[in-house]
């Protein structure tokens, strides 16, 4: 099976554009997470999602983040206008409710760097 | 709120030898997870080993055992037969058991360097 996917691996852009990151979880799997990860604050959740509705998304740092999840296969997050300070990695996760909670299993990550 | 502490950001070790890294973790949750992530250069999280709170038997993957120490909220991870390839960050993070998933709450995580 493919694990999750996460596109594009890396992304440069300037201060102000529009930044839209990509995720396909795992099939089967009813959970997708974003998570973001600087040398300052490590590894820390922004939203998750449950069968495609958003659960919490109290990490989501301001209104310039939004996150979606139109389908079962598909997730975005969207920062407009970045800024130099959302440079990190960017994590996408999902996982499989069952009887017992299930691991998290982790995309590659997208690279953010914002000039 | 939950919290895990991962108190050595930088550790070695020589290839073949054992090392043990150290969690400690604070919650009021009596039901959750404890997981073991590593993270190479490649950037990929990679679950390494995951413990059930409720169970009082260490979970073991091969070279990878923890010391779960509940009542102490304490959480290791020993490395036996240490390999090139186990260079990498390791973190440890926690997870409330609940009916659905949650989030996983992170340490800050422990720099490896394997030495040959």
């Known amino acids: 099976d493919a694990g999750v996917i996460q596109s594009p691996r890396h992304e440069v852009t300037e201060m102000g554009q529009e930044v839209t990151l990509r995720c396909k979880p795992i099939?089967?799997?009813?959970?997708l997470f974003w998570y973001r990860q600087t040398m300052m604050r490590g590894l820390e959740l922004l939203i998750y999602f449950n069968n495609n509705v958003p659960i919490d998304d109290s990490g989501m740092p301001e209104d310039r983040f939004s996150a979606k999840m139109p389908n079962a296969s598909f997730s975005t997050l969207k920062i407009q206008p970045s800024e130099p300070r959302d440079s990190a990695v960017y994590f996408c996760?999902?996982?499989?409710?069952?009887?017992?909670?299930?691991?998290?299993?982790f995309g590659p990550g997208t690279r953010l760097t914002v000039l | 709120a939950q919290t895990v502490t991962q108190s050595q950001p930088e550790m070695s070790v020589q290839e073949a030898e054992t090392v043990t890294l150290s969690c400690t973790y604070d919650t009021s949750e009596s039901n959750y997870y404890l997981f073991w992530y590593k993270q190479p250069p490649s950037r990929q999280m990679i679950l390494v080993i995951r413990q059930e709170a409720y169970k009082q038997q260490n979970a073991t993957e091969n070279r990878f055992s923890v010391n779960f120490q509940k009542a102490a909220k304490s959480f290791s991870l020993k490395i036996s037969d240490s390999q090139l390839g186990d260079t990498a960050m390791y973190f440890c993070a926690f997870m409330k058991a609940y009916s659905g998933n949650t989030p996983l709450v992170f340490g800050k995580g422990t720099r490896l360097s394997v030495i040959a």
């Open positions: 996760a999902s996982s499989r409710q069952g009887v017992f909670t299930d691991t998290q299993y």
């Open positions: 099939s089967g799997h009813d959970y």
